[in-house]
């Protein structure tokens, strides 16, 4: 479903990405690790269409086609969703309208009938309930005076309503009590479906105990050091970064160095 | 002296005198002959600085006479040709049932009272200029006789004096509560780029209540322009709800002075929409003239291309324990200009007031300018004051979260600017009127395309 070939990056002139490969197939859960600074959050913002990142090489593609000449609506459209890791405060848009507004814009585009107000607080009640959610959400602005977990939850709950083919979440565990993390994760964990990927980017193990990935990447300095599997990130979590990066990296079986 | 007041000069001096009290026929005169020794505002006229006279100076308007042509104001519900069935004015931009169907409506059509119509108010008078000082002589000629005509800076009152003959009188007996007038005007550019000039008297008692709404219907490129004066005077606790919109086209000029008497007590809630015009100015002076009154002032203006809104508010707290609060916000796209300037004057000895000044700005094209200007002199004690003024441009990072979930980026940019300007929609007290305004809003915002 989705592609990276060999990509390099640079913001501000300075290089982030230095020779990225990564896949993932529908139906698979991916969790991103790397310690700060590794390229985490630019490989999301990149794949999601944000201005200032200037890819100097390499490809992404997406069900087979070139993703970076496309705009960010286009990408939404295409089914691409990001859980921004700082979502933004929009005063004087209510949540509601905001997210109609999306769903409609994406209905449109694939020519299917866009959602009535009624048609649409339907499928809202459904996704609220799913996601044990309470709708004073929904009458609020987006995201505005949203507690941390409020707005990672609303960020849940804007994919559950737009039903993307590829989710981003990006460090959606930051800044989470255990409480909230469980209930974004038992969200995820209610999203996951055969014909949906979703990628995990996260600094710890923790959110992992919770959305069990198919396979975990590890991000460090810009490129993709080791990949393995739910084990792998156990296996970081006990021995910190900081190994990685003072060679621990050739300590994991060869079948696990990237 | 800018050839068009010279021009203005000439055609006062042939025009037929009209025809009235004594003290009011000097007055024009005195009027005239200020008008012709001061010219048109100039920029080192503090007030004036950022208002460019070029637009009217372009429309190059002939004063608009209607001698003797309102002798007696229309019966109530009597139409004429231009009257209240008349194709002059188009569909309300206010339909009557958001309304609840106005008490009263009154027409004004190129400067001339056309048609009114309405319940039987007890207390409610609505007469014309002429009836009006028939009526009410002493009284009116207090307030035509306190308006400032002198100097330059002053051109467009003293141009309105020395035509006044024109006019709308409101007159509500206390205690009565006279519902909701719709004020329609309308401008044809018919008989050529014209300055018409209006005055318009709103006088409340004791313990009165009004919702006015004024509406600007003119044709398409009138090419005209519009001079009003209008004076507010309000009895003790007192309240007037004035709502005021226009989204004229770019060819026609709005100016209107407003002065607001305020008694002990009583309440002055303006709200001020500016979605169109070529050159709009709006000078609107409160003064406090009695304890626990209160003023506030709602504006929002959206304009494109080369359009021009000023809005000059001025608050004289010159009795204690008052409160007055100017909330404006400007959006500006294309080559567009907005001015704000809120003053407001504590004098000594009115402890206790409030003030409140906002006012925000966005910015929409690099070559949109906005001048806002919050004054505030304060010579009481015990007084809370706060202000703020900012200028900005639409978040970056708002559009690309909108954009990431689907929306376009006009669509996004769209909804920001609505958003912004709800700041001002969600405090009227009828929504649905609210909710019509903010679709206007909507039909006026520039077209976000690359350039914007």
Not at chain 1, 114 to 126: A, G, I, P, Q, T
Not at chain 2, 335 to 341: C, I, P
Request: negative net charge; proline residues 3%.
């Amino acid at each position: 479903m989705l592609e990276i070939k060999n990509l390099h990056v640079t913001v501000g002139g300075k290089a982030i990405l230095k020779g990225l490969d990564f896949s993932i197939e529908a139906g698979q859960v991916h969790a991103i690790m790397g310690p700060n600074g590794s390229g985490k959050s630019t490989l999301g913002n990149v794949i999601a269409g944000r201005e200032g990142y200037e890819v100097t090489q390499g490809e992404v593609l997406y069900k087979g086609k070139n993703l970076l000449e496309l705009a960010p609506e286009v990408r939404a459209c295409e089914g691409i969703f990001m859980a921004f890791q700082y979502p933004v405060e929009i005063p004087g848009v209510n949540n509601t309208y905001f997210l109609r507004a999306a769903l409609n814009a994406q209905r449109k585009y694939r020519g299917e009938p866009e959602l009535d107000s009624m048609e649409f607080l339907k499928l809202v009640r459904e996704k609220l309930k799913i996601l044990h959610i309470n709708d004073d959400l929904l009458h609020r602005a987006v995201n505005e005076g949203f507690s941390g977990g409020e707005k990672k939850r609303n960020e849940i709950f804007q994919m559950a309503v737009l039903e993307p083919v590829l989710a981003i979440l990006d460090e959606t565990d930051s800044g989470l009590d255990i409480d909230a993390l469980r209930l974004v994760a038992e969200g995820v964990n209610r999203l996951r479906s055969d014909d949906r990927a979703m990628i995990v980017i996260t600094h710890y193990q923790r959110l992992l105990d919770h959305i069990v990935p198919d396979k975990v990447h590890v991000l460090a300095d810009g490129k993709i050091v080791a990949r393995g599997g739910a084990e792998l990130a156990l296996k970081l979590e006990e021995q910190g970064y900081t190994w990685l990066e003072q060679g621990g990296i050739q300590s994991l079986g060869a079948e696990l160095r990237a | 002296m800018s050839a068009l007041a010279q021009q203005w000069g000439e055609s006062l001096r042939s025009a037929t005198p009209a025809q009235g009290p004594r003290w009011l026929d000097e007055l024009r005169l005195r009027a005239s002959d200020q008008l012709t020794a001061h010219g048109l505002p100039q920029r080192k006229d503090e007030d004036w600085k950022y208002t460019p006279m070029r637009v009217l100076e372009k429309l190059n308007p002939a004063i608009a006479y209607h001698p003797g042509s309102e002798n007696h104001f229309l019966e109530k519900g009597q139409t004429t040709e231009r009257g209240l069935n008349g194709k002059w004015f188009s569909d309300p931009i206010f339909p009557a049932a958001l309304l609840d169907k106005p008490d009263y409506e009154i027409r004004v059509y190129d400067g001339v009272l056309v048609g009114h119509e309405g319940s039987d108010r007890p207390g409610v008078t609505v007469l014309s200029l002429t009836e009006g000082l028939q009526r009410y002589e002493s009284l009116l000629r207090k307030h035509i006789e306190s308006v400032d005509i002198s100097g330059s800076a002053q051109a467009f009152t003293a141009l309105n004096t020395a035509t006044l003959n024109q006019g709308l009188v409101i007159h509500i007996d206390q205690q009565v509560d006279a519902g909701t007038m719709l004020l329609r005007w309308a401008l044809s550019g018919k008989a050529g780029p014209s300055i018409h000039n209006f005055r318009v008297f709103l006088l409340l008692g004791e313990g009165t209540r009004l919702q006015l709404i004024e509406q600007f219907e003119s044709a398409d490129h009138s090419g005209s322009a519009l001079n009003v004066v209008v004076h507010v005077e309000l009895g003790s606790n007192a309240v007037l709800d004035h709502l005021r919109l226009q989204n004229e086209s770019e060819n026609t000029v709005l100016m209107s002075s407003t002065r607001i008497d305020q008694a002990q007590g009583s309440r002055y809630l303006y709200a001020g929409f500016d979605l169109g015009g070529g050159l709009v100015r709006h000078e609107l002076k409160t003064v406090f003239g009695g304890s626990g009154a209160h003023a506030t002032f709602l504006g929002a203006f959206v304009l494109d291309n080369a359009r021009h809104v000023d809005n000059h508010i001025s608050v004289d707290h010159a009795s204690p324990g008052c409160s007055s609060e100017q909330f404006f916000r400007g959006v500006l796209g294309g080559r567009s200009r907005g001015v704000f300037n809120g003053k407001a004057l504590i004098r000594p000895g009115a402890d206790e007031s409030s003030v409140r000044q906002s006012s925000a700005n966005l910015l929409l094209s690099p070559l949109a300018q906005i001048d806002t200007k919050p004054e505030l002199e304060i010579y009481a004690d015990e007084v809370e004051a706060r202000h703020g003024a900012t200028v900005g441009q639409l978040d970056e990072a708002a559009i690309f979260y909108m954009r990431s979930r689907g929306l376009g980026e006009a669509e996004a940019k769209r909804l920001l600017v609505a958003a912004f300007c709800r700041a001002v929609t969600d405090r009227l007290e009828n929504q649905a009127l609210a909710g019509r305004i903010s679709q206007l809003i909507d039909q006026a915002m520039p077209s976000f395309t690359q350039e914007n």
